[in-house]
């Protein structure tokens, strides 16, 4: 296994996603707890993360001696090379001018990062993010590639298999990265790559026996793969000692709440409450147009709802959830920052401390693709797994204006003609969310020689890796035509079609 030692890094999960997909296991801790972790770990080898401190500062962290001591290989990446430098009689210094985003780095000797991949003289494009720079290196290293900004772009110590780089290999945007990384956990630390999301489910319900013992477990079910994954796996770690929890506002899309309710009791045979509180929830939407009204209105009820429940259930003592690591990091730039509220999103956040329970979140780690994989190492239907995102609020946020029943109707008819005709052209998996949107706009139409008064409904269809940033999807003029011609013909109430072009930022997937 591999100790990833974070020093605040906004990407430190991406390591440990590289180092996964390279069949190896690792772990990450927090600098200040790395000593310990070393000793429970006996890792193969060590990764030191980037931070947003800088070296040279007072007080900015180090990395724990012991590490040094071990003889164990390790990679230093940005503020690890830097520290890793520092810490080995080198010098850092702030540098006049940083470099961010994309660079060009120079390879001017072989290096064991490089097999397979890089040769002498070659130049390939890496992402940078630094302000500091290491401008004396640590005895016993050499350079082996440079960059214009970093003449130490990546430095080695074959000896002691120490290695850095000035640059981020784990995020997209250096796009050997990732072999360089696998190089590093399989050909340095020589960990033998065999790692898999069998082994994950294995070890994360081991965890999670450990940290429940033979408590209740409650868990709240949206109807999403998140959700879903967490408690299959729950359930597979403890049995019946979980309860799951459906609050079925009405707001899902076609045919999902039956899908959810035979997934469960079906399926996996999971013990589930559904409960159906959709005129609890068209009720309170009545005349509600304001798109943050909305959401906490949603938000609360559900939480009320689902209080409710599980106290029926006889109360538990942890609440399951179906975290992932985007929704547990602010925001995944390299700057951070502390970020707005653009919308304030719907989940179970505040339930905890009301209901004085503590929280089991066996996915905080993973990325969605990952709890995808991992569903369907659990044995869930492609159906659910390779299924969109869809936001906790459901078609309220879908509906400009007043949410109805009628109106979700309406809606749920057009998006399921929609996503059927992605799903006959292949396109489905290409897409990260797909989607109608039924605007409170009417427009004139003429249908069989008679006027027509209807709705509009806009398609939305994007591609994203964790929805924080999406591009339009360019779907052909003959695929859209077809679905307004069909959304038109076969949904009354719709009567003109039109397709939102707008990437995020500036706009944002959803509409509300
Ligand atoms: P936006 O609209 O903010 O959406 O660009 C980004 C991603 O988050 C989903 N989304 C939500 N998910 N609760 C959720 O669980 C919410 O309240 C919520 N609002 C948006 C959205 O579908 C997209 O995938």
């Known amino acids: 296994s591999i100790l990833i030692v974070d020093f605040g ?3 430190t999960q991406l390591i440990a996603r590289r180092v996964r997909e390279a069949g190896v296991y690792s772990e990450i801790a927090p600098f200040s707890q790395a000593e310990a972790a070393f000793h429970r770990m006996k890792p193969k080898g060590i990764i030191l ?5 800088s070296v040279p500062a007072d007080g900015s962290p180090r990395a724990p001696q012991v590490l040094f001591d071990s003889g164990l290989p390790i990679l230093g990446i940005c503020y690890g090379q830097q520290v890793m430098s520092e810490q080995l009689g080198g010098k850092v210094e702030p540098g006049d001018s940083g470099e961010f985003g994309r660079a060009f780095l120079t390879v001017t000797e072989p290096c064991v990062l490089f097999d397979g991949l890089w040769a002498v003289g070659e130049r390939h494009q890496v992402w940078m993010s630094h302000g500091d720079k290491v401008t004396q290196f640590a005895p016993g290293f050499r350079i082996v590639a440079v960059s214009d900004g970093a003449p130490f772009a990546v430095i080695a110590n074959d000896e002691k298999k120490y290695y850095g780089t000035q640059f981020h290999p784990e995020v997209v945007h250096t796009p050997d990265g990732g ?103 068209l009720g309170g939407l009545a005349g509600v147009t304001d798109p943050e009204a909305k959401r906490k209105f949603i938000g609360k009820t559900f939480i009320d709802v689902f209080e409710a429940e599980a106290r029926q259930v006889g109360g538990a003592d942890f609440l399951a959830q179906g975290t992932l690591y985007p929704d547990v990091i602010e925001s995944v730039s390299f700057t951070g920052g ?38 369907r190492e659990l044995g869930l239907p492609e159906i659910f797994v390779g299924r969109h995102p869809f936001p906790g609020p459901g078609l309220a ?41 039924l605007l409170p706009v009417k427009t004139v139409g003429v249908m069989g020689d008679g006027r027509t008064y209807d709705s509009v409904c806009a398609l939305r269809a994007v591609t994203s890796t964790d929805g924080m940033t999406a591009d339009i999807y360019p779907f052909d003029a003959g695929f859209l035509s077809r679905v307004a011609t069909r959304i038109v013909n076969e949904v009354k109430g719709i009567n003109r079609v039109v397709y939102d072009y707008t990437s995020k930022p500036p706009g944002t997937i959803e509409w509300e």
């Open 9 to 11: 890094s906004q990407v």
């Open 49 to 53: 993360s980037g931070s947003p401190a």
């Open 179 to 281: 072999k360089l990384i696998a190089n590093f956990v399989r050909h340095v630390c020589g960990c033998a790559g065999d790692w898999s999301m069998a082994e994950f489910r294995r070890t994360k319900i081991a965890e999670i026996r450990e940290q429940v013992g033979d408590s209740r477990v409650i868990c709240g079910l949206s109807g999403g793969v998140d959700s879903a994954v967490a408690a299959v796996l729950i359930h597979e770690a403890i049995g019946d000692q979980l309860t799951c929890v459906f609050v079925d506002h009405g707001l899902m899309r076609m045919g999902e709440a039956e899908q959810v309710v035979s997934l469960f009791r079906n399926h996996y045979n999971i013990p589930l409450v559904h409960k159906d509180v959709s005129a609890l929830f």
């Open 338 to 375: 502390p970020s707005v509220t653009i919308k304030s999103h719907h989940n179970v956040g505040g339930l905890p401390e009301r209901m004085n329970m503590k929280l089991v979140e066996p996915l905080r780690e993973l990325f969605k693709d990952e709890v995808r994989a991992l569903g």
């Open 397 to 437: 946020i879908r509906i400009p204006g007043e949410v109805t029943k009628e109106r979700c109707d309406i809606l749920r008819k057009a998006d399921a003609i929609y996503l059927e005709e992605i799903r006959n052209a292949g396109l489905y998996d290409a897409i990260w969310q797909a989607f109608a949107v």
